[in-house]
């Protein structure tokens, strides 16, 4: 007997790794998509900037390398870097063949320059990429037969032959399989349960972690906390990228002014209309994300402001509308008129660096299960991410991973156990669930942010045990609801970071420790390894 929900490939995710993947694998496989909510809900809309990749003569591939392994801070796997620098135009030649309709200029593709790029690589669709790319794979996706989806579908937890005490995986040298997972189906509010004999991890990264972000509500590390759990390994973690510039204004929340802005002569300014940036770094605005938003951070700590102002009044109008027409429209709606006035900014959480380690197939440590986009550690980004090489990740190992399950061959799933409630109770104090949540976002906010201390790793590891041990309760003893499920993730994914943190004694990339202010001579990744394994 084998779960009413079976399949070849069970894909937990709906951003742009989760949906090539799908599109992949749809001709020869039964694939079906989990998304906890919505199928357009997740991080990957939001990206305005575009996708890194080397298009034009006069840009080289080692360039593009050199690049990456600089923004990195020597923390990047130069193999992973190469990998998908190579892989990076075809998967855009991909994009254009199913009709993302990518900025043009004169009939060629329209390249911009962002942060840390020597060169204009960014392809892109005006300023809001992200959008674009998704509604051309969602339309690809819904009108493909052999894809099922599952919308309002929260991963709980992964299924594996190790948890289950399957005779095979009890001997010596056999590792563990994943065999599926269970879901939350909020419609019904029942737990079902999924299998496959291949599950892939595309449930983004965990900016909602923290007090201020650009993350949307579905980033709460759900894939990292679940395979963590399952006995993966997590790697990097304490690489948390704090976009620079995020929107100041009360009724905006979380919007985003795109690094773009900065590559089209975009000026960073204090209130009295100082720049300072060429005081912090002599690439000055186009420094990689951590040094600019290192260089904010401390003026606003210096001169005790609430923000800085990025000033691109000095293009035309015209450029603006052609080139930020979102971005333009958006501060427009909230009184600000980029055309003449400088938009207030500040830094804000917006990747995950780190993730659930895997190889150049995105496998992970558990056998059948794959993570790709940013739930994964490939190794590509190091201790810093160059700006819209995240999208193009996404795309090079979803083809990857697709790729290597082809060539597995299949086997049969055993019986999967139903998911059993019966010794629960709803839960009479929903307010516990959200006074927890908001404690950890903003201890993980002062203690664990943009700059680093001893003693503020020690509080907030602290404030995380105690909230484990209250969450663990509330998870055996109430029936679970989303809320629960993904505060439980992301006080596991804050654990993962702080001990990830505590861990590195030295300043490297996005980590910066007032205790450690020195870079070591050699880099090293931050390899994390669950009590299971």
């Known amino acids: 007997m084998t779960s009413p929900h079976h399949f070849d490939?069970?894909?937990v995710g709906s951003g742009l790794a989760g949906l090539s993947a799908a599109l992949h694998l749809a001709p020869t496989h039964r694939v079906a998509i989990l998304t906890k909510r919505e199928l357009n809900d997740g991080s990957s809309r939001y990206a305005q900037g575009g996708l890194a990749a080397v298009m034009s003569d006069g840009d080289t591939l080692a360039s593009h390398v050199?690049?990456?392994?600089?923004?990195?801070?020597?923390?990047?796997?130069?193999?992973?870097?190469?990998?998908?620098?190579?892989?990076?135009?075809?998967?855009?030649?991909?994009?254009?063949?199913?009709?993302?309709?990518?900025?043009?200029?004169?009939?060629?593709?329209?390249?911009?320059?962002?942060?840390?790029?020597?060169?204009?690589?960014?392809?892109?669709?005006?300023?809001?990429?992200?959008?674009a790319v998704q509604d051309t794979l969602m339309q690809k996706v819904r009108a493909t037969p052999n894809i099922t989806l599952f919308e309002h579908h929260m991963l709980v937890d992964l299924i594996t032959s190790a948890k289950l005490g399957l005779p095979d995986c009890n001997q010596p040298g056999e590792s563990s399989r994943c065999l599926g997972l269970y879901a939350l189906d909020e419609v019904t509010d029942q737990v079902l349960t999924f299998s496959a004999p291949h599950t892939i991890l595309a449930t983004g990264g965990a900016g909602k972690v923290y007090l201020y972000t650009t993350n949307p509500d579905t980033a709460t590390g759900d894939g990292i906390a679940a395979a963590w759990r399952a006995g993966c390994r997590a790697g990097n973690m304490e690489f948390i990228q704090f976009h620079p510039t995020c929107l100041y204004h009360p009724h905006a929340k979380s919007?985003?002014?795109?690094?773009?802005?900065?590559?089209?002569?975009?000026?960073?300014?204090?209130?009295?209309?100082?720049?300072?940036?060429?005081?912090?770094d002599p690439r000055a605005e186009l420094a990689p994300r951590d040094v600019v938003a290192r260089a904010i951070d401390f003026e606003m700590k210096k001169h005790g402001v609430d923000c800085v102002y990025l000033d691109i009044s000095h293009q035309p109008k015209a450029f603006l509308l052609e080139h930020f027409p979102n971005i333009y429209a958006r501060c427009l709606e909230l009184g600000i008129d980029i055309a003449k006035q400088p938009i207030p900014v500040v830094p804000a959480a917006h990747y995950t660096c780190g993730g659930v380690v895997t190889d150049l197939d995105g496998r992970t440590d558990l056998d059948g299960l794959y993570a790709i986009g940013e739930t994964a550690c490939t190794g590509l980004h190091g201790a810093n991410r160059l700006a819209s090489n995240s999208l193009v990740e996404c795309m090079v190992f979803a083809r990857a991973a697709t790729q290597a399950i082809a060539q597995e061959k299949t086997g049969t799933c055993p019986p999967l156990p139903t998911w059993d409630d019966?010794?629960?109770?709803?839960?009479?104090?929903?307010?516990v669930i959200s006074h927890n949540w908001d404690e950890l976002r903003r201890f993980m906010w002062d203690y664990v942010g943009i700059v680093r201390t001893n003693k503020r790793l020690e509080r907030a590891a602290h404030r995380i045990a105690l909230l484990q041990g209250e969450i663990q309760e509330f998870y055996a003893q109430f029936h679970v609801t989303r809320d629960l499920l993904e505060l439980r993730n992301l006080v596991q994914v804050a654990d993962l970071i702080v001990r990830s943190a505590q861990s590195r004694h030295e300043s490297?990339?996005?980590?910066?420790?007032?205790?450690?202010?020195?870079?070591?001579?050699?880099?090293?990744?931050?390899?994390?390894?669950?009590?299971?394994l």
């Open 422 to 431: 019966s010794r629960v109770t709803d839960a009479d104090e929903e307010v």
């Open 508 to 532: 490297r990339g996005l980590h910066f420790s007032r205790d450690y202010p020195q870079t070591d001579a050699v880099a090293k990744p931050t390899l994390l390894v669950p009590p299971i």
């Open 9 to 11: 490939v069970l894909i």
């Open 66 to 131: 050199q690049d990456t392994l600089v923004a990195g801070a020597g923390l990047c796997d130069p193999q992973t870097t190469r990998f998908v620098v190579e892989h990076a135009p075809e998967n855009i030649r991909w994009l254009q063949q199913l009709g993302v309709p990518f900025s043009q200029e004169e009939g060629h593709l329209h390249l911009t320059r962002e942060g840390g790029h020597s060169e204009r690589r960014v392809v892109h669709v005006t300023d809001a990429t992200g959008a």
């Open 255 to 280: 919007f985003l002014i795109s690094e773009a802005v900065r590559g089209e002569g975009g000026r960073l300014l204090l209130p009295d209309g100082t720049r300072f940036m060429p005081q912090h």
